[in-house]
């Protein structure tokens, strides 16, 4: 019995032993490849590394001879060679089908948006009448856009239209197109020849309006749009007065469509100046200025440029 229990004993632990030896194989291993990397010196591990770059014996740099590296060089040169040819050639096949005087797409871009000047720090125009440092800066932007609009550059460079008709030149795309004469003088009091300042330094501003150059565009269907202005939010009462030149604040037909920089080389956007005689002193005045015709956006509330123009006038004493 006591011989059996013995063996017993004997067969359990053989297992036991032989799982602890699995167990600690591992870690022993890994101890033992430690001691050798634990053995070799920095000098040992920089020579290995210089064989790795050059090897004499073998004539191998980075473990390839010089035939193989010629071999993957030479297949990536072909290889992105014929990428970049594929993509030239794409390109050179899009090209053919653009051209460069008129967009092939514009039926996202036909109502036209608006802007105004003078444009400096915003669209915030707050000035002291008592302080021409104030609006200065104003008058100064003022001039120098209108600069293009003299009467003798217009009479020297364009020509007199046909007031009240789109003005429709034919011929090729790529022949240069004429341009109306848009005289600053249409601006009468706002065209800074009888009155220097536009108004003011006798706080009756100027602002001046154009819609933006859409090629082949033709505003309102044949009726001119117009332009008007109100307070947008807050007492009416605050803006009391605007004149509006020329006309009656009308884009007139003759400065459409337009057809391109490349072709329309001395076109000048027609202008609409706003000349706010009577509004609220000492007072933030939110204004909305807009175009009225058909085809004529201008209830988007999220984009504030597109048929109106927002803007603040604080006119100080």
């Not at 073998?58 to 290889?79: D, H, N, P, Q, V």
């Not at 009479?155 to 341009?179: H, L, M, T, V």
Request: charged share 20%; hydrophobic share 35%; with cysteine.
């Amino acid at each position: 019995m006591e011989m059996s229990a013995a063996s017993e004993g004997g067969t359990h632990q053989g297992p036991e032993n032989k799982h602890e030896e699995k167990v600690q194989n591992p870690n022993r291993r890994e101890a033992e490849t430690k001691a050798e990397m634990g053995n070799k010196t920095w000098a040992d591990l920089a020579g290995e590394m210089k064989i790795f770059l050059w090897n004499p014996e073998e004539r191998t740099c980075m473990g390839r001879t010089a035939k193989s590296w010629g071999l993957i060089l030479l297949f990536y040169f072909i290889f992105y060679t014929c990428l970049a040819g594929m993509f030239a050639f794409c390109m050179y096949v899009m090209l053919l089908t653009l051209s460069p005087y008129t967009p092939t797409y514009r039926d996202r871009v036909s109502p036209p948006g608006v802007m105004i000047r003078p444009y400096l720090n915003g669209f915030t125009i707050a000035f002291n009448v008592s302080k021409p440092s104030t609006w200065r800066p104003y008058v100064d932007s003022m001039h120098q856009f209108l600069a293009a609009y003299d009467d003798k550059i217009q009479e020297e460079k364009n020509i007199e239209c046909i007031s009240g008709k789109y003005f429709i030149q034919g011929g090729s795309d790529s022949e240069e197109k004429k341009a109306c004469q848009f005289k600053r003088s249409l601006l009468q009091n706002c065209s800074g020849i009888e009155d220097p300042t536009f108004g003011f330094s006798k706080g009756q501003p100027c602002i001046l309006l154009k819609m933006n150059r859409i090629i082949g565009y033709r505003p309102g269907a044949g009726v001119p749009v117009s332009v008007d202005c109100k307070v947008q939010k807050g007492n009416e009462s605050d803006l009391r007065s605007v004149d509006f030149y020329p006309g009656n604040g009308t884009f007139d037909l003759m400065y459409y469509p337009y057809y391109g920089k490349l072709t329309h080389v001395n076109y000048t956007s027609p202008l609409v100046a706003m000349h706010f005689t009577d509004v609220k002193r000492n007072s933030l005045v939110p204004i909305q200025c807009k175009l009225n015709g058909k085809g004529i956006i201008n209830d988007v509330n999220n984009d504030r440029f597109l048929g109106r123009i927002i803007f603040t006038l604080s006119i100080g004493k």
